[in-house]
């Protein structure tokens, strides 16, 4: 196991692993660089059952042992070892969940490649898609949901949060790996899904709105959903182009649920 010690915070060769909280420059920093973090020991496995490769490995002392089946199989990439303190100080952040590992990012395929290559090559029936969502947390959570209750795809658009910053990854418990996703042009890929079949259906309150529960009922081949901010909601360009509009019935004086919850809810209406 090839450890390197760590005893100095300004070590260029942990350039990857600077400043992990800051969102605005982790933004930029990790698409352009082509890797993202992975955090924590389970989500380390989950990124490398996947397939996805590491560049480096960084974490305190005590949790070299635990980590040392997974090092092993990687036995050309660098292990950073430091104390606690000292890699508080490079991240930002306590580590407190094992390791951290950065990653090399995944090439992202074009939307027809995705739909095309899910279910096992059998085509996705049920999409995804999440318009400017930039909450980190909700977008894991929904990531989270879409792989538990059987989503195809996801798809999002281009003012999206990053599906693979830290905290997406951490809150989704890796499940990030496992649904195919992609960004989609926008608004011009309603469109795209139009052609390939999908009836696409924004979530919002409108005029024309029909519940979940009659969409449900209506049982459409294939589906994509649109799920926008909770404090915007979805563009008006958006909800103008979309074949249909669901609302999720509402009782107690609560007029909506956040996008994460939403998504939850329209995932298990619709499995």
């Known amino acids: ?106 090439v992202e395929p074009t939307v027809a490649e995705l739909l095309a290559g899910a279910r096992g090559g059998a085509g996705a029936r049920r999409v995804a898609i999440f318009e400017d969502v930039v909450d980190h947390t909700n977008l894991g959570a929904a990531f989270r949901s879409a792989a538990a209750l059987g989503v195809d795809a996801v798809l999002v658009t281009p003012r999206c949060s990053d599906p693979l910053y830290r905290r997406s990854v951490r809150v989704s418990m890796g499940t990030v790996f496992q649904v195919p996703w992609t960004r989609i042009p926008w608004p011009s890929g309603i469109g795209e899904l139009q052609a390939a079949g999908f009836r696409v259906t924004a979530l919002a309150l409108s005029d024309d709105s029909i519940t979940l529960d009659e969409f449900v009922e209506q049982k459409n081949e294939k589906t994509a959903f649109i799920f926008g901010t909770e404090g915007h909601g979805l563009a008006q360009e958006t909800l103008e182009a979309v074949d249909s509009v669901v609302k999720i019935p509402m009782a107690g004086g609560v007029d909506s649920l956040n996008v994460a919850a939403s998504a939850a809810v329209v995932f298990y209406a619709t499995r």
């Open 1 to 106: 196991m090839p450890l390197i010690p760590i005893t100095d915070s300004t070590d260029p060769r942990l350039d990857d692993y600077t400043n992990l909280t800051d969102i605005v420059l982790r933004s930029k920093h990790e698409p352009e660089k082509g890797l993202f973090i992975a955090e924590s020991s389970n989500v380390i496995r989950r990124a490398l059952a996947a397939g996805l490769r590491p560049r480096s490995f960084f974490m305190a002392e005590k949790w070299v042992e635990s980590m040392a089946d997974v090092v092993a199989e990687w036995p050309d990439v660098p292990v950073f070892v430091g104390e606690p303190k000292l890699l508080e100080d490079i991240t930002g952040f306590h580590l407190h969940r094992g390791a951290l590992a950065a990653m090399h990012r995944p």
